[in-house]
């Protein structure tokens, strides 16, 4: 069985400051993806970032950064800087990869306040 | 442009009604989902589809009914034997062999 855990339930923190999301995971499978979604207050889920399980580079996208570490099953995200307009609850979540299997097993997300 | 359309934003419910909730996307998609997500909580898959016709349970399908009759369309029927529907409920759906899932904005429901 798959499974996410999201250890933080909330984070607050004052703008500028940096902010590190922990996201571990369980599987059996060799072969998965590692993804993080942003949820605003709105409620509609964005996409952004899909990590592969073979592909275990830091990835840094302007204030947003990845670690992916497969030795401890971990897929941190970090948020440089942090704005108030980050302030959204973030899901880390898990599937399988090939076949027909397409499911996503979400954490139950971390709520992150930046507060001005 | 395309995306997932969710209709309607808010919905309510009478005690015994079914209610059905729509989800409809123009992105060529293959695969749809339909997840549930209660305050604090991830999102809990409902049901699934890879096929036009063709439809899976999730990890919660009970109280729920979906359709599959064309491949731009997955509406969910939350029916009277789902006991506490109060929840915001997502659609989504993937090219297969191509993810990432992309989501609707949702739709919460609740009883009246």
């Known amino acids: 069985a798959q499974k996410v855990t999201q250890a933080q339930t909330e984070i607050s923190v004052v703008e500028k400051e940096d902010v590190t999301l922990d996201c571990v995971y369980e599987?059996?499978?060799?072969?998965?993806?590692l993804f993080w979604y942003k949820q605003p207050p709105s409620g509609e889920l964005v996409f952004l970032i899909r990590?592969?399980?073979?592909?275990?580079q830091n990835e840094i996208s302007g204030r947003y950064s990845w670690n992916f570490q497969k030795s401890t099953s971990s897929f941190n995200f970090t948020i440089t800087a942090s704005q108030v307009v980050d302030s959204a609850v973030y899901f880390c979540?898990?599937?399988?990869?090939?076949?027909?299997?397409?499911?996503?097993?979400f954490g139950k997300g971390t709520l992150l306040t930046v507060n001005p | 442009d395309g995306g997932i359309t969710q209709s309607p934003k808010y919905l309510f419910r009478k005690e015994g009604q079914n209610v059905t909730l729509s989800c409809e996307q123009n992105?060529?998609?293959?695969?749809m989902y339909w997840y549930r997500q209660d305050p604090g909580q991830g999102l809990r898959l409902i049901y699934y589809?890879?096929?036009?016709?063709?439809?899976q349970k999730g990890d919660i399908a009970e109280g729920y009914s979906v359709s599959r009759e064309k491949k731009e369309s997955f509406p969910l029927t939350v029916t009277s034997a789902q006991k506490n529907p109060t929840a915001f409920y997502l659609c989504?759906?993937?090219?297969?062999?191509?993810?990432?899932?992309?989501f609707g904005d949702g739709t919460r429901l609740s009883i009246l």
């Open positions: 979540a898990l599937s399988h990869s090939g076949g027909s299997n397409y499911k996503l097993t």
């Open positions: 599987t059996r499978d060799t072969t998965y993806y």
């Open positions: 990590r592969n399980s073979f592909d275990e």
């Open positions: 992105l060529n998609h293959d695969a």
């Open positions: 589809s890879q096929i036009v016709n063709d439809f």
């Open positions: 989504a759906s993937m090219g297969l062999g191509s993810q990432p899932q992309h």
